[in-house]
């Protein structure tokens, strides 16, 4: 089990982690990528096929992976079923925020030390808190171990990231003027800022999950074409000693046909110190959060 894994183990370590969430992004079920909706984009084919492993999803239950769940156990490495019985999706529920509010793993760093951060950048028109039933699984932890969210002034300072990458959301939907579009590349400075005043940072990427519910295959692949881009700056910015993984709670996407979630295995991708070892002990969403601790603190 990834806890026990000795420390001599660590031979690579980064010295710092970025942890790209990307919602609803499965593996093809077939795995033959060049006949899947990645086919035309080089750059994702490439990270699924050479620089990632397969994960599994079903965390020892019956029925489609879920969210809620899902996330809960990629943020606190406990298998959130475990505590519900079954996939929960949408928001987390009390079983599931007392797990997230006491063992997520923005605490466990802070226990060691360890500066951690969420990128998100949260806008509101007017500016009150999230409604408590309406709190992902992100909000919560974020909210249990800072207390606050980054907001549009972060955004502004280039110390944030919207979660559509370059704020075209918030433009086109939110009504939202004063929040400017960014460029691809913009964005994944945005990232990288953020990034490199922490030894963790996590950043949440869900209109995968959206799309891969209601969107056409154009809308789809527009998404994974915003996602290949955005992946191709943050890895061109990459230094040496920086590790960036790219992790999924289930599948939607790659299944372009239905709208619905698969029970495919979802990619962890990884590039930079440390990614030997996370291909070699990852093989679940529990062991990302216990990975990512050994890896910042063994
Ligand atoms: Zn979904």
Redesign the pocket.
């Known amino acids: 089990m990834a806890a026990h894994i000795h420390s001599e183990l660590f031979t690579e370590r980064p010295s710092r982690v970025l942890l790209f969430f990307v919602d609803?992004l499965g593996l093809p079920h077939s795995n033959v990528l060049r006949k899947s909706i990645f086919a035309e984009f080089p750059i994702l084919c490439e990270l699924l096929q050479s620089h990632a492993v397969p994960l599994a999803t079903h965390l020892n239950v019956s029925g489609t992976p879920q969210?809620a769940t899902g996330q809960t156990t990629i943020l606190t490495g406990t298998n959130a079923c475990a505590l519900t019985g079954r996939p929960l999706?949408g928001f987390p529920t009390r079983p599931l925020r007392r797990c997230l509010e006491s063992e997520n793993i923005f605490l466990k760093l802070q226990n060691y030390d360890c500066q951690a951060t969420f990128a998100n950048a949260y806008v509101r028109r007017h500016e009150r808190s999230l409604q408590r039933n309406l709190q992902s699984a992100t909000t919560i932890a974020t909210l249990s171990a800072f207390g606050r969210t980054r907001t549009a002034d972060d955004l502004l300072r280039g110390n944030a990231l919207y979660h559509d990458l370059t704020r075209w959301t918030l433009v086109d939907h939110a009504g939202v003027e004063d929040v400017p579009r960014i460029t691809q590349q913009e964005a994944a400075r945005h990232l990288m800022n953020v990034f490199r005043q922490h030894q963790f940072c996590l950043f949440e990427y869900f209109l995968t999950?959206v799309y891969?519910?209601r969107g056409t295959l154009d809308q789809k692949k527009a998404i994974l074409r915003s996602i290949e881009e955005h992946v191709r700056h943050l890895f061109e910015q990459r230094q040496e000693d920086e590790l960036i993984m790219i992790v999924s709670d289930h599948g939607?996407i790659e299944e372009p046909d239905h709208k619905y979630?698969t029970r495919n295995s979802v990619p962890l991708v990884a590039l930079g110190p440390g990614r030997d070892t996370l291909f070699r002990e990852c093989r679940s969403l529990t062991d990302i959060t216990p990975l990512i601790v050994q890896l910042l603190t063994a």
Do not use: Y
């Open positions: 609803g969210s999706s999950d891969g519910h939607n979630h």
